[in-house]
């Protein structure tokens, strides 16, 4: 009986063990929880866009995740992917949001109704912040921007919209404000969560783009044929403080922030000749350290790998099918190349 009792106490004792060592936070991340997620953009006349997931330490590139996971085609023009409050949300410049699950991609829900141009999201206070640049008028201007404002995180209908500047792109969530990029307009204005209305309109050198962060400050990234401009926000009374001006040709708004104080932007020539190039910049010292870091032509998209350091470059290939992802290393060299969708014109990286 005594040997009874001790073999049970060794079971129970490597039972405990057992579950100490697979606990709950020892679930394994799903497939699409890692690597690189892609955003390609589409065909304008096919709206076929779709999302791309890369493994770096495969090599494996897996094209049409939404379609595959969910049987149908995306169907849109996807312009901005967003995770936040354990969803990623793809926004389509089509006038379309989905809302899908993490780890695969299944949709939960959509804003599918209601929207027209729209540009990017935020969540606050279990709501959702679509801002869009509304229908345009004759002349293809956006007279009637506004910022959707949708009651449920999984999407749904459009309870209220905002009315902003024209073409509003990125947005910044800053305690009970969102801050709003007004491209059109050259414009940063203020929405209060407490009434879901603006409050505040300040005037910006250059096109704003989009809001981040660098050692704990705020930026706004703006630009004009010659320039960079990084204004710094102040977070306490939302003023633009000081701004780093910086002389760089033909820049675009595609930018990504890699590390030590450094942004790599894409610059062009456009029509017709479509010389391109990533330009290597420095916020600290407020100069381009390498106007042609890298070169080509049809570059759509940049980020920056904060794991490998490696520079992710879209190129929509003239939009003459499928696009090709650029991996480049700290040095400018290529690494790489993925073959992706149809215009990859951005990633998230996990």
Request: aromatic letters at 10%; a negative charge.
């Amino acid at each position: 009986m005594k040997q009874l009792r001790l073999l049970i106490g060794f079971w129970a004792l490597t039972l405990f063990i057992a579950s100490c060592d697979s606990g709950p936070n020892e679930i394994p991340l799903g497939e699409l929880e890692q690597g690189v997620l892609i955003i390609n953009e589409g065909n304008f006349s096919d709206r076929d866009g779709d999302i791309s997931h890369y493994n770096p330490t495969t090599g494996i590139v897996k094209n049409n995740v939404f379609e595959i996971k969910n049987g149908r085609p995306y169907a849109g023009l996807v312009q901005d992917l967003v995770e936040t409050d354990g969803r990623i949300y793809v926004v389509a410049n089509t006038g379309k949001v989905e809302v899908v699950e993490t780890k695969d991609f299944n949709s939960i829900g959509a804003v599918s109704q209601g929207l027209d141009i729209t540009q990017s999201l935020v969540t606050a206070n279990d709501k959702l912040y679509i801002s869009d640049w509304g229908p345009y008028d004759p002349s293809y201007n956006s007279p009637d921007s506004y910022i959707a404002v949708v009651n449920n995180l999984n999407g749904g209908e459009i309870s209220k919209k905002i009315l902003v500047s024209s073409r509003p792109s990125g947005m910044f969530v800053l305690g009970n404000n969102i801050l709003v990029a007004c491209a059109a307009d050259k414009k940063m204005q203020v929405i209060s969560l407490a009434s879901d209305s603006m409050t505040e309109s300040k005037d910006v050198e250059g096109t704003p783009v989009r809001f981040f962060e660098q050692d704990g400050k705020l930026y706004l990234f703006a630009r004009d044929p010659g320039n960079i401009y990084l204004h710094e926000i102040n977070r306490n009374n939302r003023n633009l403080t000081l701004t780093v001006k910086i002389a760089l040709e033909r820049p675009t708004s595609n930018f990504a922030r890699g590390e030590n104080g450094e942004l790599f932007v894409i610059t062009s020539t456009g029509w017709p000749e479509y010389n391109d190039a990533v330009a290597k910049v420095s916020m600290t010292l407020g100069q381009v350290l390498d106007p042609a870091f890298y070169t080509g032509s049809g570059f759509y998209g940049i980020g920056y790998h904060p794991s490998t350091k490696n520079i992710y470059i879209g190129d929509n290939n003239g939009f003459q099918g499928n696009g090709t992802v650029i991996v480049v290393n700290a040095s400018g060299q290529e690494v790489s190349a993925l073959e992706v969708g149809r215009a990859p014109s951005g990633f998230l990286f996990k």
